[in-house]
């Protein structure tokens, strides 16, 4: 499985940004069962920004993004979006692609590249 990541880059404050991320190599019989984005800047622990659980459908976001950032899903193309609107210095970071992907009885946690976002004050 490979989540190749697109967009990103640098964006002033208040700005937009959108960031993309393509599935592939999924074995038949597998499943996107969950998959969304996280973030990690230097000195901190990789944070969880947004995700879209398959059982559900619905995007979940981390409360410091809510009202600013939107994620969508083709799953028919097996790719996710996140619109990030009204950027802020602090969204500043790494952001990573990330998929649960499998069945009910086995699944794996695989990761994009990264992808450096940079917000200008």
């Known amino acids: 499985v490979q989540l190749a990541q697109s967009g990103g880059g640098l964006v002033q404050a208040g700005g937009s940004l959108g960031l993309s991320c393509a599935a592939s190599?999924?074995?038949?019989?597998?499943?996107?069962?969950?998959i969304g984005w996280y973030r990690q800047v230097p000195g901190k622990q990789r944070e969880f920004v947004a995700s879209?659980?398959?059982?559900?459908?619905?995007?979940n976001y981390a409360d410091f993004v809510k009202g600013r950032f939107t994620l969508s899903r083709d799953e028919a193309k097996n790719t996710i979006h996140l619109e990030m609107n009204n950027v802020k210095p602090e969204d500043t970071g790494v952001y990573f692609c990330?998929?649960?992907?499998?069945?009910?009885?086995?699944?794996?946690?695989?990761w994009g590249q990264g992808t450096q976002v940079t917000v200008s004050s």
């Open positions: 190599g999924i074995t038949d019989g597998d499943d996107i069962l969950a």
């Open positions: 879209i659980i398959s059982e559900d459908g619905n995007p």
């Open positions: 990330s998929a649960k992907i499998g069945d009910s009885d086995y699944w794996e946690i695989y």
